[in-house]
């Protein structure tokens, strides 16, 4: 992995976060957004240009990949690369979660 990507992507905004994680199955940005809506209560909505350049942005840095087009909605998936970012990116906040409840982080 390149260091320049993991000095970009890590850590990583929220909405950066929930479109890797919500990639792990393929969709489109309609549905990413729903999905991060369920995901988070209500609390985080992803706005059509955030989400669309975000997607453009990680398509570009191959974190995702385009699948296929659907009813005029491009599908996405993550890619072997994006999955190595959102792993390290799990990794980062579990440590911060067992930091804040006073314990060592194990790894």
């Known amino acids: 992995m ?3 990507l993991k000095r970009i992507y890590v850590p990583m905004t929220e909405t950066g976060f929930y479109i890797l994680f919500c990639l792990q199955e393929e969709m489109h940005g309609y549905n990413i ?3 991060v809506r369920e995901l988070t209560g209500g609390e985080i909505a992803i706005s059509p240009g955030t989400m669309y350049g975000t ?3 990680m398509e570009k840095d191959g974190l995702i990949e385009f699948v296929r087009e659907e009813e005029k909605r491009k599908i996405y998936r993550i890619t072997g690369l994006g999955e190595q970012i959102l792993q390290l990116e799990i990794k980062r906040i579990c440590r911060l979660y067992q930091n804040i409840r006073g314990e060592v982080y194990n790894g």
């Open 2 to 4: 390149e260091e320049r």
């Open 33 to 35: 957004g729903k999905k």
């Open 55 to 57: 997607l453009s942005k």
